[in-house]
Structures are given as structure tokens and as C-alpha cells.
């Protein structure tokens, strides 16, 4: 298609080098957004979508300084790295340039206290812990070892918040191991859990921590459920651990899961991704390259409802916007800029390679998908 007005430029902060290759996959998301935006007309009565991608180099200092030049060439709104160390060194600079700064990366403090112009795709690190121990509790698995990255900012946090919900839903911790992200030997935390006599492994991994965790779990034999994070959401982590990798629960996006999904708006919007994705990359989405997608359709949407994109202007049309993206129907208000509820948050089992819906999601995710 044809434009004939000048494009409306939207920035991305990403990994496209350096250890942090989920920032490979949050590229991918976003353009494939982008261009079925384009595809469809553009934004603001016939404009296009510009992309410009900056690479954060997968540290900290390197999303700073990415943050910067991108707001330098005036772009309107970014999509921000999945990379949590690195988005959190973003934030203070977001008020002093006042660009919307929507975020793929999960630590819950990125919004909590509001930031003006910080919002983020992924769950919250603090909903996906309370989803995980509701069906925990459902299941009768009161006693639970965990295991989590220290390095990681999102991990720590989420484990953080998720130890202060432990006693509402009558769980207890007996034992608490923290590794690295480069640990190189789980058999001890794995054979810590097994003498704690928990009942299942609770762990909050990314990477190669999740995928070093997994094998060791697997290769001690424990007859124990082994419950995943969102950190481990991604289909790299199901082909690294492999066939060992059967019957872990993983908390995951409905992306995940669309095909299980009940028939709703949302499974629909969630082919609209994974179909194209699929033929372009061979592969399903992974929760990093679904939180890009997200982030560019959430971008569009407020410019549209702003009418204008001018920053200003897209920051007060993301506090008042409701919109249905595959992640579920964001609802954001100046008292959340995270937008999404536990429900959004499917909890499911690895079979033959695949995430599959549990029935306990399925019920209850029946009568409340739109």
C-alpha cells in the first residue's frame, strides 16, 4: 500500500545481541504487528507505521542509552525490552522525555508505583505467582520447595511477591534455593527440594537456568510436579529440556494455548498472530515474540484513540484504553498501567512438545473470555 503522508514513528529498545536472544523473538513480534498494521491502512486516517529498532546489547547502560536515541529521532511511543534488568534502568528516564514506554519485560515494579508513561505487556510477575498458587492450592500441593534466579530481576520479584501470598492460600515453603544465571550444577538445589518433602518444585528460571533446572529435576528422579514461571513460557525451553520437559505446568499466555482455548473473540485475535507468525518463522510464538506483537497493537490503538501522536497525546489515551489483543483484553486506568487480570494468565502442561491447556484453566477461563 501506498502512503502519501509522513509515517508515525514508533521505536523498540531490544536485544539483537549479547545474551538476552529473547530480544531476537521480541523483534519479530513487533514487525510482523507492524506490518499487518500497515497492511491494513496504517494509523491516523491513512499513515504509516515506522519501526525503528535499537539494540539494548542485553545490558542495562545499553537500554539507556537505546532509550535515548530513539526518543532523539522522535518517535511517539517505544516498545521497551523484555530484558527486566535493562527496562528497569529505563524508568527514571521516563520522566523527564514523556514517551509512552510500553514494556515487555515482566517485573511488576515497572508499575507499581505508576510511572506516567510506563506500561507493559507481559502478566505481571505478582498475578502469574497468585495464578500459580490458586492452582496449587486446587490441587492439594500445600507444601512446595522453589527455586529461583537471583540474577533476575523479574524472578527474585516474582518469587518476592509470591512468598507474601503464601499463607492466604495455606502453602507453605520448605526450602528455598536461589542459583544464578550461570550456574552450571542443580543437583543441589534439586536434591534440597527432594529432602525439604515438598510436594512439588516451584520454579522461577529463564533460560539456560530454566533449561539446566529441568534436566537436573528429571535426571534425580523426583516424583514431584514441576511448576514453571512465565520465564519459562517460551518453545526454546520445551526443545532444549526436550522430551524430559513432558508433563511440567508452566504458566504461560493464552497465546500459548489458542488452539485450547474455549471458542471466543480471543482465540480468533490470537490466530490473527500465530497463523502469519508460523508460515513466516516455523515456529509458534514464543511469550517474548507475543509481548512485541502486543506492544505494537497497543501503540496503534491509543494513536488511534488519541487521534494524534503527539506523546502527550498517547499517554492520555493509553490511561483510558480497553483493548482486545491476543494476550488477552488490556484495561488500563491511571491506577493500572498493567492492564490484565490472573485469568490472563492460562496455567498449562507440556505434552509432546506443546503447551496444552489444563482443564483447570479451561473451566475457568469457560465464561469469562470475551
Request: aromatic share 6%; hydrophobic share 45%.
Amino acid at each position: 500500500m501506498a502512503f502519501d503522508r509522513p509515517p508515525v514513528r514508533i521505536g523498540q529498545v531490544t536485544s539483537l545481541t549479547g545474551s538476552n536472544y529473547m530480544g531476537l523473538e521480541n523483534r519479530d513480534g513487533a514487525a510482523l504487528a507492524v506490518e499487518q498494521i500497515n497492511d491494513a491502512g496504517g494509523v491516523l486516517d491513512g499513515r504509516r507505521v515506522e519501526l525503528i529498532v535499537v539494540d539494548d546489547q542485553s545490558s542495562p547502560q545499553g537500554a539507556v542509552e537505546a532509550y535515548h536515541r530513539l526518543a532523539d529521532q522522535g518517535v511517539s511511543a517505544m516498545i521497551g525490552t523484555s530484558f527486566s534488568n535493562a527496562s528497569l534502568a529505563v524508568l527514571p528516564h521516563t520522566n523527564d522525555r514523556r514517551i509512552v514506554y510500553v514494556s515487555t519485560g515482566a517485573a511488576h515494579t515497572q508499575v507499581d508505583p505508576i510511572r506516567p508513561y510506563v506500561f507493559m505487556t507481559p502478566p505481571t510477575g505478582r498475578l502469574v505467582a497468585e495464578q500459580l498458587l490458586r492452582y496449587l492450592r486446587d490441587h492439594g500441593l500445600a507444601k512446595i520447595a522453589v527455586a529461583f534466579d537471583s540474577d533476575s530481576d523479574f524472578n527474585r520479584e516474582a518469587w518476592a511477591a509470591q512468598e507474601t501470598m503464601l499463607a492466604h492460600y495455606g502453602i507453605e515453603a520448605r526450602a528455598v534455593e536461589s542459583v544464578k544465571v550461570d550456574t552450571q550444577d542443580f543437583a543441589p538445589t534439586v536434591a534440597a527440594a527432594a529432602e525439604s518433602g515438598a510436594q512439588t518444585l516451584m520454579a522461577w528460571v529463564t533460560g539456560p537456568p530454566a533449561t539446566g533446572l529441568a534436566r537436573a529435576f528429571r535426571a534425580a528422579g523426583l516424583g514431584i510436579p514441576f511448576v514453571a514461571g512465565i520465564g519459562a513460557a517460551s518453545p526454546a525451553f520445551v526443545e532444549a529440556v526436550g522430551p524430559d520437559a513432558d508433563g511440567f505446568i508452566v504458566a504461560t499466555s493464552l497465546v500459548a494455548v489458542g488452539a485450547d482455548l474455549p471458542e471466543s473473540m480471543t482465540r480468533a485475535v490470537i490466530a490473527a498472530l500465530t497463523e502469519p507468525f508460523i508460515r513466516r518463522h516455523g515456529s509458534p510464538p514464543s511469550q517474548f515474540a507475543v509481548d512485541g506483537y502486543t506492544a505494537a497493537k497497543l501503540i496503534a490503538a491509543a494513536l488511534e484513540s488519541a487521534g494524534d501522536d503527539d506523546p502527550k497525546a498517547v499517554q492520555r489515551a493509553m490511561e483510558s484504553l480497553s483493548c482486545l489483543t491476543p494476550e488477552g483484553e488490556y484495561s488500563f486506568s491511571p491506577a493500572d498501567h498493567s492492564g490484565l487480570d490472573g485469568d490472563d494468565v492460562a496455567i498449562t502442561v507440556i505434552r509432546d512438545g506443546r503447551f496444552r491447556l489444563t482443564s483447570w484453566s479451561h473451566d475457568r477461563m469457560r465464561n469469562q473470555l470475551k
